[in-house]
């Protein structure tokens, strides 16, 4: 375990990533956010969700909480549509997608990121530094990278990055 603790160590000894004020000055210009992922990365977007909503008075949106929602797309298409299709109905220029995949694979994610891309939203990503990101790349205008490639502990910095983030935009 202290090898956990010291790779986590390790990796905040780099301060935060450059990324960051530039996923602060594109949710500065946002109309809406929607913030989405899978499992953890879940959590974690309902998570921001709700600090840029109380924390920084934002207008922001959580495709995972609703779940009746969520559920209907994955049974009556598939589930790699479940955050693309409300975002057809949502999602405006103007607005910001933000996307959490630790693995920076996840095809649902991805595909809503592609899809924020071709209607002139902005998009964001949290991330890790596995191989095969070069997808979530390729849609995103702001990527955040922990420099760590073990789920746990990518999930470990996100929550500290999102808070780092709340902070940038609140001036703090």
Do not use: W
């Not at 977007?45 to 995972?64: C, E, P």
């Not at 929550?159 to 703090?172: C, D, E, F, N």
Request: proline share 3%.
């Amino acid at each position: 375990m202290s090898e956990y603790f010291a790779t986590l160590r390790d990796a905040l000894s780099l301060g935060p990533p450059p990324e960051l004020e530039r996923a602060a000055d594109v949710l500065r210009k946002a109309e809406t956010v929607y913030t989405f992922g899978n499992g953890a990365c879940a959590a974690l977007a309902g998570h921001i969700a709700t600090d840029l909503g109380k924390g920084a008075g934002m207008r922001v949106v959580s495709l995972v909480e609703n779940s009746s929602l969520l559920t209907a797309y994955a049974n009556d298409h598939d589930y790699d549509c479940v955050f693309e299709q409300p975002l057809r109905a949502l999602l405006r220029p103007g607005d910001v997608a933000f996307g959490l995949s630790a693995s920076g694979r996840s095809t649902n994610v991805l595909a809503a990121l592609e899809y924020a891309r071709e209607a002139d939203a902005r998009t964001i990503a949290f991330t890790g530094s596995m191989d095969g990101t070069e997808r979530l790349a390729a849609c995103c205008d702001v990527v955040v990278r922990a420099p760590l490639d073990v789920v746990e502990q990518i999930e470990d910095l996100h929550v500290i990055y999102a808070h780092v983030l709340l902070r940038m935009l609140r001036g703090a």
